[in-house]
């Protein structure tokens, strides 16, 4: 890839350690910077910056196994306390975040520093959070009903075909919601005046991701009518399963497509001259 369809990025990732004596310790965020528009100057200012904090109900249960006792709270309010502090000059954010680590490094740690070439800021931001901080799947059985297990086969189907630089990445909803809505929707993409959502809706789990996707739909929509929904399922809704039909006639309620990963491929073939 020639350099200069790189940005160099610069990432940092945030370590919640309650038990310093024991060394413990779980990767909670993804701090991530912009430095330039090619190879040169890691050190640089930042252009761009961007922090991604754990948010899947899964994540918080792993924390929960691990760590009894974790201070919830404190990890739910972390990103849009970034996203207020870190919009400001180069200068106030450097004095917040030595302010952040003095105050709070016996609880929450930043990594070094790293440097990393990347195409695309939103995708790499997705790449090191997948990577560094979301929940692991603990084996086959549950990788296969598992959202990031999901969302990792779609990231790799949208590679093949080209479009998934083309794409948003965990896209923010509290525009059409209310601010601070942590949901995010996994991928967006644009054309001809369409805005399209697309989100890893697991059906052999519980069906809370689904019910808050709907929701997130319908707002959406209200103020932005040019606008399409898809779901996609691990497998191929069962009509005589029940807790599938649910989620069937909860997504047709709101104007959602559902579709299976395996009819994920010739879809995104479909998407990919549209995007062009």
């Known amino acids: 890839m020639p350099d200069e369809h790189l940005q160099m990025l610069r990432y940092r990732i945030l370590r919640y350690t309650p038990n310093l004596a024991r060394d413990e310790w779980i990767n909670v965020a993804v701090l991530l910077e912009q430095v330039s528009g090619g190879p040169?100057?890691?050190?640089?200012?930042?252009?761009?910056?961007?922090?991604?904090?754990?948010?899947?109900?899964?994540?918080?249960?792993?924390?929960?196994?691990?760590?009894?006792?974790?201070?919830?709270?404190?990890?739910?309010?972390?990103?849009?306390?970034?996203?207020?502090?870190?919009a400001g000059t180069e200068e106030a954010v450097s004095r917040y975040l030595a302010k952040f680590e003095d105050t709070l490094s016996n609880v929450l740690q930043f990594s070094s520093q790293h440097a990393v070439l990347a195409e695309d800021f939103d995708a790499e931001m997705q790449r090191l959070y997948d990577e560094k901080v979301a929940a692991p799947p603990a084996g086959r059985s549950v990788m296969e009903n598992s959202k990031n297990w999901i969302r990792s086969r779609l990231k790799d189907i949208f590679k093949r075909r080209h479009i998934f630089e083309k794409m948003l990445h965990g896209v923010r909803v509290e525009e059409f919601t209310m601010p601070g809505d942590p949901f995010r929707i996994d991928f967006a993409y644009r054309y001809n005046g369409t805005r399209g959502y697309l989100h890893a809706v697991p059906l052999g789990r519980d069906h809370s991701t689904a019910k808050v996707y709907a929701l997130t739909a319908e707002r959406i929509r209200a103020k932005s009518p040019s606008v399409e929904f898809t779901a996609v399922t691990e497998i191929p809704p069962s009509p005589e399963n029940r807790r599938h039909e649910f989620v069937l006639r909860l997504f047709e309620s709101q104007q959602i497509t559902v579709l299976p990963l395996n009819r994920v491929e010739p879809w995104a073939e479909s998407l990919s001259p549209r995007l062009r």
């Open 40 to 86: 040169p100057h890691p050190q640089g200012p930042a252009l761009r910056r961007a922090v991604r904090v754990l948010d899947e109900e899964s994540e918080f249960r792993r924390l929960r196994r691990l760590h009894p006792s974790a201070d919830e709270s404190l990890l739910r309010n972390l990103e849009p306390e970034f996203e207020a502090n870190l």
